[in-house]
């Protein structure tokens, strides 16, 4: 059974860093996509990053390019999201999710292409 566990995520103020963290397990293969999401009520989850397992080519939505960087260590299991310069904006529930289906880094920002994903963890930014 896959399983990915989110954490990290808390309160900071606009400026400051939070560390997410996906620890993934039962996954047959180790070239899994794994990707981060967020969630602002009464809109769409929206991609943030993802990254490719075979060359670790990273993707990111425009907005947070520049201030946050994902990263993958393949011994643990574990992809991180460090956040930097966070903004109000970037308030919401963040989500990882994680994809053994080949060509989904084409379109990665498609939430509904993913088919594993973890719990949510809460980022809130306070201006």
């Known amino acids: 059974e896959v399983q990915l566990q989110a954490s990290g995520g808390g309160l900071v103020q606009a400026g400051g860093s939070l560390r997410l963290s996906c620890a993934a397990s039962?996954?047959?293969?180790?070239?899994?996509?794994v990707g981060w999401f967020r969630r602002v009520p009464g809109k769409e989850r929206e991609g943030v990053s993802c990254?490719?397992?075979?060359?670790?080519?990273?993707y990111y939505l425009d907005s947070v390019r520049g201030r946050f960087t994902i990263s993958r260590d393949n011994a643990k299991n574990t992809v991180y999201l460090q956040m930097n310069s966070l903004k109000p904006e970037d308030t919401a529930v963040y989500f990882c999710?994680?994809?053994?289906?080949?060509?989904?880094?084409?379109?990665?920002?498609?939430?509904?292409?993913?088919?594993?994903w973890g719990q949510g963890t809460q980022v809130t930014v306070s201006s």
């Open positions: 039962g996954f047959t293969r180790d070239d899994y996509l």
């Open positions: 999710a994680a994809t053994e289906t080949s060509g989904v880094y084409r379109t990665w920002w498609e939430h509904i292409l993913w088919d594993n």
């Open positions: 990254i490719s397992p075979s060359d670790g080519t990273r």
